[in-house]
């Protein structure tokens, strides 16, 4: 059997069709594998979802109990049959519950990874790179100049502009799954236990999160109305960056707009989007980090999807690994 017979990208996704499902798919199918809860892979509207406990219950929060036909839990590393192939969900390392999906028949393995990262986060378990014989990849920052620094030494700067600037609302804008509570949970860690003011879109996965145990502290609204302006000098208010343009962001003191992601690396799109305080802070693996994994998962090809994939299939090529972007179109990532 070739890879190609097991996985083949169609409009609506990645399809396989001995097992007869969809990865990811971008419009509603009757079987989707789903990696994890970012909008641009988890959709409502399919006849049936098989994800983590984790991800299906982010669905849930974000589409409603009805967001498909019915649903099935993955447990980490367990084997599930469908049809004549065997699947298996591994960690990614990217969002709470986010998973890679290993599709196996006939001795030929293929992992598409979804989105991951491989250095540490205290709001997911770690990725795991997995050998197979086709190792499909994400190429978010699949370019040279993305080099991510170390998260903690972004929330350090963020703490010192706090320290430097006593009457100033910080406004940090987070996407709601995964880098809100990731960004929490670094404060957290650097030592800073005051309260943490968040948007209310932010509220029903920060409650989620602390459901999985993972503890984000005293988080109060962040709502002008209900409390003095006052409250909020000095304070670390946190928000989807889309509400930092309306009306909600300038009722604070002297705000000073902050943002957390990866494209944060380049300068002007921090310019264009009027941050002050950039913080370079990914849940997608950096250029270096997508060299070290497909070279820890030595597959004998790579599948590149999702952002540069001309810059990674040349640098696999010049290894001496067979490669080739897959065009899948509708993946724009909320949470790089
Ligand atoms: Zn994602
Ligand atoms: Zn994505």
Not at 26 to 31: E, K, L
Request: proline fraction near 7%; hydrophobic fraction near 40%.
């Amino acid at each position: 059997m070739r890879p190609e017979q097991l996985l083949i990208p169609r409009r609506e996704g990645l399809y396989c069709p001995p097992g007869d499902f969809f990865i990811d798919p971008v419009r509603g199918v009757d079987r989707a594998l789903i990696t994890h809860g970012h909008a641009d892979h988890a959709r409502a509207g399919h006849g049936h979802v098989l994800a983590t406990a984790e991800t299906l219950d982010i669905m849930a929060i974000r589409y409603g109990d009805d967001h498909a036909g019915a649903t099935q839990g993955a447990g980490i590393g367990e084997q599930i049959r469908i049809n004549d192939v065997t699947v298996e969900f591994l960690p990614a390392g990217h969002v709470l519950g986010s998973a890679q999906i290993s599709v196996e028949k006939d001795g030929l393995r293929i992992v598409a990874s979804g989105d991951y990262k491989p250095r540490p986060d205290p709001t997911c378990a770690a990725f795991e790179p997995v050998p197979c014989d086709v190792f499909i990849t994400e190429a978010t920052f699949a370019l040279p100049v993305f080099r991510h620094p170390e998260a903690t030494g972004e929330i350090a700067r963020l703490l010192r502009s706090l320290a430097r600037n006593p009457e100033r609302a910080h406004l940090v804008g987070v996407y709601s799954l995964g880098k809100a509570q990731r960004v929490i949970r670094l404060i957290r860690d650097a030592g800073y236990q005051q309260p943490l003011y968040i948007h209310g879109a932010l509220q029903k996965l920060c409650d989620y999160y602390e459901s999985q145990g993972i503890a984000l502290g005293e988080l109060r609204p962040a709502t002008v109305e209900a409390s003095a302006k006052g409250e909020f000098a000095g304070a670390i208010v946190l928000g989807p960056p889309s509400a930092f343009a309306d009306k909600w962001a300038r009722r604070f003191p002297d705000p000073l707009i902050s943002f957390a992601s990866g494209w944060m690396q380049v300068r002007a799109r921090a310019r264009q989007r009027g941050v002050e305080l950039p913080l370079v802070i990914s849940d997608h693996a950096d250029w270096d980090e997508l060299a070290e994994t497909i070279n820890a998962v030595s597959p004998a090809e790579v599948w590149v999807t999702h952002g540069r994939e001309e810059a990674l299939v040349r640098w696999c090529q010049m290894q001496g690994i067979a490669a080739r972007p897959l065009h899948l179109v509708g993946y724009e990532d909320e949470g790089d």
